[in-house]
């Protein structure tokens, strides 16, 4: 048997009836922060390249998937086999480069194969809301701002007046990857020091560009 199949096994015997009782107690909701904090500390080992722990770490959330996969197959919804299937199908569509014919030279033509047919897949899907895509509600807000922002750019959204693109531009022209990291962490530090919530504060103030951006779409870019 594999790795995999006794992985599956030994979850399946602490979900039992005469298993763990924490872990029998355990539904998607309750396992939510036990998944962020997992991938945090997953992170965290990147950010060091400590290969040394990553393993361990790469573990610890393989096995919230696994868990959230055996909740499913109790209830007969599907199992950790149709999830593996269904990515693995997703891959292999996505990349025809690779298992079908044509040739890509370089990663932007891959990215935008990919973007081509991931927005021929959600032809087929729900339909999206506004004009901008669907974003998990949990994206943390730096990744939240940053797809907005994306979004704008992709789509040639009338931002102006909304996001000042001169000053986007200007600040892009600075940065460099230390320097951002010491703005940020700057800014951190006298938020909290002002007793601010930056996280917060900045999904706020990205919900509120989002909503002004649709508005004027929706007003025909006035």
Same mark, same amino acid.
Do not use: Y
């Given at each position: 048997?594999?790795? =995999?199949?006794?992985?599956?096994? +030994?979850?399946?015997?602490?979900?039992?009836?005469?298993?763990?009782?924490?872990?029998?107690?355990?539904?998607?909701?309750?396992?939510?922060?036990?998944?962020?904090?997992?991938?945090?500390?997953?992170?965290? +080992?990147?950010?060091?390249? @400590?290969?040394?722990?990553?393993?361990?770490?790469?573990? @610890?959330? /393989?096995?919230? =998937?696994?868990?959230?996969?055996?909740?499913?197959?109790?209830?007969?919804?599907?199992?950790?086999?149709?999830?593996?299937?269904?990515?693995?199908?997703?891959?292999?569509?996505?990349?025809?480069?690779?298992?079908?014919? #044509?040739?890509? !030279?370089t990663s932007e033509q891959v990215i935008a &194969?990919?973007?081509?047919?991931?927005? +021929?897949?959600?032809? !087929? #899907?729900?339909?999206?809301?506004?004009?901008?895509?669907?974003?998990?509600?949990?994206?943390?807000?730096?990744?939240?701002?940053? +797809? =907005?922002? &994306?979004?704008?750019?992709?789509?040639?959204?009338?931002?102006?007046?909304?996001?000042?693109?001169?000053?986007?531009?200007?600040? #892009?022209?600075?940065?460099?990857?230390?320097?951002?990291?010491?703005? /940020?962490?700057?800014?951190?530090?006298?938020?909290?020091?002002?007793? /601010?919530?930056?996280? #917060?504060?900045?999904?706020?103030?990205?919900?509120?560009?989002?909503? @002004?951006?649709?508005a004027r779409v929706q007003t025909g870019g006035q």
């Amino acid at each position: 048997m594999s790795a =995999i199949e006794d992985l599956k096994t +030994t979850m399946a015997r602490l979900r039992a009836p005469d298993g763990c009782p924490w872990d029998q107690e355990q539904t998607h909701a309750s396992l939510v922060r036990c998944l962020i904090d997992e991938v945090s500390e997953l992170i965290d +080992t990147i950010d060091r390249n @400590d290969s040394a722990h990553m393993r361990e770490e790469l573990g @610890d959330v /393989l096995i919230q =998937i696994v868990f959230h996969a055996r909740i499913e197959e109790e209830a007969g919804r599907f199992n950790f086999d149709d999830v593996a299937r269904e990515i693995n199908e997703k891959l292999v569509r996505r990349h025809p480069h690779v298992f079908g014919t #044509g040739k890509l !030279n370089t990663s932007e033509q891959v990215i935008a &194969k990919w973007e081509e047919i991931k927005a +021929t897949e959600k032809k !087929n #899907g729900p339909v999206a809301k506004g004009v901008f895509k669907e974003l998990p509600p949990r994206l943390p807000a730096l990744m939240f701002a940053e +797809t =907005i922002w &994306k979004q704008i750019e992709k789509k040639s959204l009338p931002a102006e007046g909304i996001v000042d693109a001169a000053q986007v531009k200007a600040l #892009g022209a600075q940065l460099d990857e230390a320097m951002l990291g010491k703005m /940020l962490f700057e800014l951190a530090a006298a938020a909290r020091a002002k007793g /601010l919530d930056p996280e #917060g504060a900045l999904r706020l103030h990205a919900t509120k560009v989002m909503s @002004d951006v649709e508005a004027r779409v929706q007003t025909g870019g006035q």
